[in-house]
């Protein structure tokens, strides 16, 4: 399953990531993120890389760097970005079957509008812990079922 997974990453199969069994995952963080899957998984219109990889804690110049080398993301690197590309997954999942709908575009937007649930904070400014991934990821999951904690 990881090879497949693995392999599916140049395609940026958000929602195969997402649904992933966890023993997956941990086993693509710890062999580290190839820095070029990782380049595609962030580019989310209208967010752009670059937001996505200042809200992650990855300096751009080593990011450049490592896809320019064809190197892999660090444990801690590929941890981050599997969580902010498994966000995007959960969204996708969300909304399957809804035609036309931009769940990459919907999220750069939700992403950057300050949210009651997190005391006014914008979701982007927690994506660089896990913690914070793990509730945004929960605070979505709320939004959607109209049950904000």
Same mark, same amino acid.
């Given at each position: 399953?990881?090879?497949?997974?693995?392999?599916?990453?140049?395609?940026?199969?958000?929602?195969?990531?997402?649904?992933?069994?966890?023993?997956?995952?941990?086993?693509?963080?710890?062999?580290?993120?190839?820095?070029?899957?990782?380049?595609?998984?962030?580019?989310?219109?209208?967010?752009?890389?670059?937001?996505?990889?200042?809200?992650?804690?990855?300096?751009?110049?080593?990011?450049?760097?490592?896809?320019?080398?064809?190197?892999?993301?660090?444990?801690?690197?590929?941890?981050?970005?599997?969580?902010?590309?498994?966000?995007?997954? *959960?969204?996708?999942?969300?909304?399957?079957?809804?035609?036309?709908?931009?769940?990459?575009?919907?999220?750069?937007?939700?992403?950057? *509008?300050?949210?009651?649930?997190?005391?006014?904070?914008?979701?982007?400014?927690?994506?660089?812990?896990?913690?914070? *991934?793990?509730?945004?990821?929960?605070?979505?999951? *709320?939004?959607?079922?109209?049950?904000?904690?």
């Amino acid at each position: 399953m990881t090879e497949t997974l693995t392999r599916t990453t140049a395609g940026v199969s958000y929602g195969k990531l997402y649904k992933a069994p966890v023993m997956v995952r941990i086993d693509m963080i710890k062999k580290g993120v190839r820095a070029t899957d990782a380049r595609q998984w962030l580019d989310i219109e209208p967010l752009g890389r670059g937001a996505a990889l200042k809200a992650l804690d990855l300096p751009l110049a080593t990011f450049n760097r490592k896809v320019k080398e064809g190197g892999r993301l660090s444990p801690a690197e590929s941890e981050r970005v599997i969580g902010f590309a498994r966000l995007v997954g *959960q969204v996708e999942a969300m909304v399957e079957g809804a035609p036309g709908f931009d769940a990459r575009a919907w999220l750069a937007g939700w992403l950057t *509008q300050p949210l009651p649930a997190l005391g006014h904070a914008r979701p982007i400014d927690l994506m660089d812990t896990m913690e914070g *991934q793990s509730l945004v990821a929960r605070t979505l999951e *709320q939004a959607v079922s109209g049950a904000y904690a």
